[in-house]
């Protein structure tokens, strides 16, 4: 049985290097459209029991809002040292842990 969870770990693991080509591309063309189609599909991977990667990106951001796939901007007292804010990775590692559920309106909706 482990080479079929081997299967399923590289599967998902294409599955959300996927949607990291696709947030990049949505960032490149700033189009809103790409960003709702990656909520849409990571919200239906996820509530059929697919975890969401580490580093925070396909979580939404609590400190500039961005929305799962876009990568953080600069707000006031909370400046960028790097793509993502520390606390948006921080609820990422929470969530995959169980300790934290992203709040359902925040999470990808359609
Ligand atoms: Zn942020």
Known sequence: MGSVDIHREKAIAEFWEGMRDVAAA???YRDDNLFKAL???GRAVVLRGVQIPGGGLFVPCPICKSVPGQSCINVPRHPLDGELHPERVELA???IAGEVQIPEHE???P
């Open 26 to 28: 949505a960032t490149r």
């Open 39 to 41: 909520r849409k599909i």
């Open 93 to 95: 590692e929470k969530a």
């Open 107 to 109: 999470m990808p909706t």
